[in-house]
């Protein structure tokens, strides 16, 4: 389905995660962090994200163990700056599709 | 028939752990991570054999289950061989084997990035889960506090444990 985030028509799935990837920007980033109630974007933020974008056009698999030994983001600041759903919403804000696996 | 109304979201999971075999454990650790990965709060409280995740000399250690376990078939995917084929309870029982499924099964979880044990409770300490330790199964395995891993965040009685459980969204699980 479409959806106007941003004032960017972008395509999203029923959960709102982006199904592509390429529509992304910084702005659409800032309105789904608002929406999801992670706040105002910061730097620390802006860094897990771009890790995230540039894993999931690798292809590989995200985990939280994963995310923890990346070097990017201890496990406690990825919870600290996503609360409520680390991996789950910070894959919604990077534009990528939701993780599937369950660790 | 449900309605929106009836789907309160669960907001916490206490998790009782009584088994000290590596696969007892591990569904457990899995269920209290992803509960966090989902946002609930979530507890583990270890008991009776279940001690044998948390102590220090012991956790390293974990091994599967073999002595009684009808359900060895399953394994055999993991050496190329059908889920159907038989795999005596007896043969459980056999030196080595214990070890051998142990290591085959550590194996396959390092490949979906399943952490061993201790890297576990870690994993779930720093993403906000709480570990406890069951004081009556501390006294009964001579165990003290310092015995135990560095992430335990108390040892607690068992009425201690429910007034930690307490809340409205609060599920409490067996394991």
Redo the contacts between chains.
């Keep these: 389905m479409k959806k106007n985030i941003a004032g960017t028509e972008v395509d999203v799935n029923e959960e709102g995660y982006l199904t592509d990837m390429s529509q992304w920007n910084e702005a659409i980033a800032a309105a789904i962090a608002a929406e999801e109630g992670v706040g105002a974007l910061t730097d620390a933020h802006m860094k897990v994200v771009r890790y995230l974008r540039e894993q999931q056009a690798k292809g590989a698999a995200l985990t939280i163990r994963s995310m923890g030994k990346s070097g990017v983001v201890t496990t406690k600041e990825l919870y600290d700056l996503f609360p409520g759903g680390p991996l789950k919403k910070s894959s919604k804000i990077a534009g990528i599709p939701k993780p599937v696996g369950c660790i | 028939m449900s309605t929106p109304d009836d789907k309160q979201p669960v907001k916490k999971i206490c998790i009782i752990v009584s088994r000290g075999s590596l696969d007892g454990i591990y569904p457990a650790l ?1 269920m209290a ?2 509960a ?4 609930i709060e979530a507890s583990l409280f270890f008991t009776f054999f279940g001690l044998n995740g948390l102590a220090n000399k012991t956790l390293d250690h974990m091994k599967v289950s073999t002595v009684g376990n009808a359900a060895l078939n399953m394994a055999m995917p993991m050496l190329g061989m059908p889920m159907t084929m038989p795999f005596p309870t007896w043969m459980g029982a056999l030196p080595g084997v214990s070890a051998f499924a142990t290591s085959l099964m550590n194996r396959e979880m390092e490949k ?4 061993p044990v201790r ?1 576990f409770l870690e ?1 779930i300490s ?3 889960g709480k570990i406890f330790a069951c004081k009556l199964a501390m006294d009964m395995f001579k165990l003290k506090k310092e015995d135990l891993m560095d992430r335990v965040d108390g040892v607690l009685t068992v009425g201690q444990f429910y007034e930690e459980s307490a809340g409205a969204g609060t599920h409490i699980l067996f394991t």
């Excluded at chain 2, 966090?36 to 946002?39: I, K």
């Design positions: 899995i991570n992803g966090r990965m989902e946002g979906l990035d399943i952490p890297e994993l720093d993403s906000g």
